[in-house]
């Protein structure tokens, strides 16, 4: 199947994932099943049974050993893969900042979803959301065709950047509707991801501890060479997310000459070269997003859709391009930084703040817990705050979307 140059399959967002992994040569898989990921790593568990896939599976009781099965294995120089979802992710905390720490190329797909308590198996984008300062790349899919395409991608990344990546989809609504699917060719993949060689140094005859505890100042090894303390460790992996931008676009337009598609970047856009006001969302909702748009254009209304890819590094120079021209940007979160406002809505404010571009930024939070978010429901929103920009009073608060209380 992966020899043909086109096969389109109609699949689940989270076959699309497993059937990107195992192009990706994964040698070793750690799983904890939980909702409404599991079918991801059910899919992989089938393959290896089967034969298809040349990788170790690993059963573990706990998502925090699945990931830390995951870190010795890309330790000792194995491409690694895992999923997971909501709690299961806070399960996984600690293991998640050591990941970072230890700058492994992991690749993990988060399937979205709300956490507890109280308990909801439904979506919104807080699990991810909440990891955001652990140190990892983390770029978010709106269609089942980018999940495919972005875990491909994600290794190239990972182990161009020696950070790990996250690759984050809404669940239910991607993860398990079925979209068509033109799954990659093997031989394009193999042409895309070299073998994976492996930063860390293993070496029997020059033994050596690996992350041990690490004073706040440099000091010299048993062998006179100056090592870097804490803070300087801190300061290599924060360049590094800096500076990945440039990985992770030369991967999506390599990826787009091999393929004949990409996904923007770290940004993109709909229906904006002309636009004045600009709706803002990461993942599935940017498409319910354009389903808006496409009404409000009908109206004359001069609106585009400003679709988040990268949330980790936060693309701070790609989005003050991408609303130099705008009057209002209605920033929509499925996620809520407790005690301030949205989070991709704060960043955005952030990013503005010393560039001398001033748009109206409006902050929404909607779909929490899996609500259902149609489009009339945003256009409605969008509507409020052009109403209250032309006013000459804009809104500054945040606001929540189809909210009854």
């Known amino acids: 199947m992966g020899t043909k140059k086109h096969h389109i399959s109609i699949i689940t967002g ?14 070793v898989v750690a799983a904890y099943p939980i909702t409404p990921q599991s079918s991801v790593v059910e899919a992989l568990s089938k393959y290896v049974e089967q034969g298809i ?5 690993v059963t573990v009781e706990s998502e925090h050993s699945a990931l830390g099965v995951c870190i010795a294995a890309s330790t000792v120089g194995a491409r690694v893969f895992t999923a997971t979802s909501a709690n299961g992710l806070a399960y996984m905390c600690e293991q998640v900042h050591w990941a970072a720490g230890a700058r492994l190329p992991i690749v993990m797909c988060c399937v979205n979803r709300a956490m507890a308590a109280p308990w909801s198996v439904l979506n919104d984008q807080q699990d991810s959301m909440t990891m955001r300062d652990a140190g990892w790349i983390q770029i978010f899919c709106r269609n089942n065709q980018e999940i495919h395409d972005t875990v491909i991608q994600a290794f190239k990344i990972a182990e161009t950047v020696h950070v790990p990546v996250m690759v984050c989809y809404d669940g239910y609504i991607l993860s398990h509707t079925v979209m068509p699917v033109e799954l990659v060719s093997q031989e394009k993949v193999d042409a895309f991801l070299p073998k994976y060689v492996p930063h860390t140094i293993l070496d029997p005859s020059h033994p050596r501890n690996l992350n041990p505890v690490t004073l706040a100042d440099p000091r010299k090894d048993g062998s006179g060479t100056l090592c ?89 120079k790609e989005l003050v391009e991408a609303v130099r021209k705008a009057k209002l940007v209605a920033v929509f979160d499925k996620s ?27 902050g929404y939070i909607t779909g929490l817990g899996g609500r259902d978010v149609k489009y009339r429901h945003l256009i409605e929103a969008a509507k409020k705050s052009i109403a209250a920009l032309n006013n000459g009073n804009p809104v500054k608060e945040t606001e929540w979307v189809n909210v009854q209380i």
Not at 233 to 250: D, F, G, K, T, W
Not at 274 to 281: G, P, R, W
Not at 340 to 360: F, H, W
Request: glycine share 10%; hydrophobic share 45%.
């Open 228 to 316: 870097h303390g804490y803070m300087e460790l801190r300061y290599l992996h924060q360049e590094a997310l800096l500076n990945s931008p440039a990985a992770i676009v030369a991967a999506d337009k390599e990826f787009g000459k091999l393929v004949g598609r990409n996904w923007g970047g770290m940004v993109w856009g709909y229906r904006n070269e002309d636009a004045e006001i600009l709706l803002m969302a990461a993942g599935s909702l940017t498409m319910e997003l354009s389903v808006a748009v496409d009404a409000m254009r009908e109206e004359g209304i001069k609106v585009g859709v400003l679709g988040l890819r990268v949330y980790r590094p936060f693309p701070n």
């Open 336 to 362: 809520l930084s407790y005690g301030n406002e949205g989070p991709i809505c704060a960043d955005l404010k952030s990013a503005l703040y010393t560039s001398g571009v001033s748009p109206v930024v409006h």
């Open 14 to 27: 989270n076959d699309a994932a497993a059937e990107a992994v195992k192009l990706c040569g994964v040698q």
């Open 53 to 57: 896939m040349n990788a170790e599976f």
